[in-house]
């Protein structure tokens, strides 16, 4: 790690706190998921994940990992969204909430978290590169060893039957498929890798090309900056699906457009970095033209050009479907 690196780490503390959304939503993960479940049907990864999961199928597993953000390690490690999401509700048991209450007791410091930073398992759903790299690599200022990138190695790590790598503790073949399940949506999502880092009069800049990381130019993966016009901001914006996108219109084009998706290249622990150095890119168009207003209450401002969305719908299909496609040939290639 650089000198920079470790700077930057010792920094960001607070600023990392809690600085991102649900990647997709519950919807763009049950799509997701959903897209998975049919294109590994009548496979050895299909039976596999029967005899994980049971009765849960790849599109129920794909929430999970955002779920067990409602245990609260401040109360004992209890469940405390009992009621309040619909996709949860699978999961609001005895048994299961017991089950999401040992996942984050094993999981919330084990990444030495500095103070203000949040349980070491939400930061797994993440990273944070800047856009104008064209690759994802560890040296970057953003990248951690506990963030979406290895969250995904290591996933993969338990369920071709190693041990989890540290930080990660991963207890078994369930635990590790209920969390790839989702993490491979996550690295999909372009705000969920990609990030514009911002001077205080809006102008963008490159963390690694400045002798020292300024934290406060961090914008929280798009948590902070707001949208003219609208009541949210761009990560939020990013986390929405049209209806056309949800899992109930997954149709035969779809799942053809996910099969014809070649399958990565290399050794399957690379694909992680594969997919998230794609995913950069995408995020660079995110936030391709736009103008960022000067730095005010701890949040920047844009303004969307006219065709913002239908790009931005675009891209979001696109990336739901190599999530699909790439969850199922992860599993194939762990049980071919």
């Known amino acids: 790690m650089r000198p920079r690196q470790l700077l930057t780490c010792f920094l960001v503390g607070a ?69 309040k999401y619909p996709e949860c509700r699978i999961y609001e048991t005895a048994e299961l909430e017991a089950e999401m209450s040992d996942f984050v007791r094993r999981n919330d410091k ?30 970057f200022v953003g990248t951690r060893n506990d963030d979406i990138v290895s969250a995904v190695v290591a996933a993969t790590h338990v369920l071709r039957g190693d041990a989890a790598p540290a930080p990660f503790n991963l207890k078994d073949k369930r635990e590790a498929l209920l969390v790839l399940a989702h993490y491979v949506g996550d690295i999909h999502q372009p705000l969920h890798v990609g990030a514009v880092y911002l001077d205080t009069k809006g102008k963008r800049v490159n963390p690694d090309a400045e002798p020292f990381f300024d934290p406060q130019t961090d914008t929280r993966g798009g948590n902070k900056i707001m949208i003219k016009g609208a009541d949210k901001n761009m990560h939020a914006m990013w986390d929405e699906l049209p209806a056309s996108l949800t899992a109930s ?34 995020a660079r168009q995110a936030f391709d033209k736009l103008k960022f207003g000067n730095l005010r209450n701890g949040h920047w401002s844009t303004m969307l050009p006219a065709k913002y969305s239908l790009d931005m719908d675009s891209i979001k299909k696109t990336q739901l479907v190599k999530a699909g496609a790439h969850l199922a040939q992860v599993l194939q290639a762990i049980w071919p």
């Open 110 to 139: 084990n990444c030495n978290p500095k103070p203000g930073e949040e349980s070491c398992h939400k930061q797994y759903h993440y990273t944070d590169a800047a856009i104008q790299h064209d690759h994802y690599d560890r040296s």
């Open 249 to 282: 219109h997954v149709n035969a084009a779809m799942l053809k457009e996910a099969e014809a998706i070649p399958v990565t290249d290399g050794e399957v622990f690379d694909w992680p970095t594969i997919w998230a150095s794609d995913t950069l890119k995408m």
């Open 15 to 83: 600023l990392m706190a809690a600085s991102h959304a649900f990647a997709w939503g519950p919807d763009g993960h049950h799509t997701i998921g959903a897209i998975a479940d049919n294109l590994i049907v009548g496979t050895h990864a299909a039976a596999e994940v029967k005899t994980i999961l049971g009765d849960l199928s790849l599109k129920d597993a794909s929430v999970w990992a955002d779920c067990v953000k409602g245990i609260d390690p401040g109360k004992n490690y209890t469940y405390q969204s009992a009621g």
